[in-house]
Antibody, heavy 136, light 106 residues
Framework: QVQLEVSGGGLVKPGGSLRLSCAAS????????MNWIRQAPGEGLEWISG????????GYVDSVKGRFTISRDNAKNSLYLQMNSLRVEDTAIYFC?????????????????????????????WGQGTTVTVSS | DIQLTQSPSFMSASVGDIVTITCRAS??????LAWYQQKPGKAPKLLIY???TLPSGVPPRFSGSGSATEFTLTITSLQPEDFATYFC?????????FGPGTKVDI
């Protein structure tokens, strides 16, 4: 059964740290980009971080840059989010989601190098979410 | 960063209605757009990717159209289980921004 299980949420004081984990089962994590998305109470979805297959490319929303770090251990089939310097406004449900991305390399006429085309298939499997509450 | 807007933010509809939701991007994102459905207390569900493609298992009453900066999600013959909030998201760059959402209510 393909699923993602999120853990590590809880209550933390402003300025504190938490580490979220997202364990994959039923598929190989290394075959997918992975993402963290959060949802504050009564609000919409906010994508906060993503990572490519082997972890050498990461992205963050401005509001968490320098405070949060995404990482992955494909051998353990796990994704992580280290959250430092937490703020009250980080209070939310945190989801992880897998994203299928494929690449195709197209030859081009010399002297042009091969062209790499990316295909994006959306975030098709989501974890159940874990609640992070930042409060004094 | 690319910004996404959705309209309307809320709509009241009835079973059997045709529902149309619009998502506009602040710059050309070609067809790199996905749509998600979220019900209260649940994780989102992928409905459409590449602006027009339905993943397997998504009912054909859902359809997507558009390209560049304007996209549409259409639900033909709204069913009771379709009352939810719908989000668009662009896919090809970081940050992968979501639109603010459209709540479809009775």
């Amino acid at each position: 059964q393909v699923q993602l299980e999120v853990s590590g949420g809880g209550l933390v004081k402003p300025g504190g740290s938490l580490r979220l984990s997202c364990a994959a089962s039923g598929f190989g994590l290394g075959d997918y980009y992975m993402n963290w998305i959060r949802q504050a109470p009564g609000e919409g979805l906010e994508w906060i971080s993503g990572i490519n297959w082997n972890g050498d490319t990461t992205g963050y929303v401005d509001s968490v840059k320098g405070r949060f770090t995404i990482s992955r251990d494909n051998a353990k089939n796990s994704l992580y989010l280290q959250m430092n310097s937490l703020r009250v406004e980080d209070t939310a449900i945190y989801f992880c989601a897998r994203e299928e991305v494929r690449i195709e390399t197209m030859p081009q006429k010399r002297p042009l190098p091969p062209k790499t085309i990316y295909y994006y298939y959306g975030m098709d499997v989501w974890g159940q979410g874990t609640t992070v509450t930042v409060s004094s | 960063d690319i910004q996404l807007t959705q309209s309307p933010s809320f709509m009241s509809a009835s079973v059997g209605d045709i529902v149309t939701i619009t998502c506009r991007a602040s710059q050309d994102i070609t067809s790199y757009l996905a749509w998600y459905q979220q019900k209260p207390g649940k994780a989102p569900k992928l409905l459409i990717y590449n602006a027009v493609t339905l993943p397997s298992g998504v009912p054909p009453r859902f359809s997507g159209s558009g390209s560049a900066t304007e996209f549409t999600l259409t639900i033909t013959s709204l069913q009771p289980e379709d009352f939810a909030t719908y989000f668009c998201q662009h896919l090809n760059n970081y940050p992968r921004i979501f639109g603010p959402g459209t709540k479809v209510d009775i």
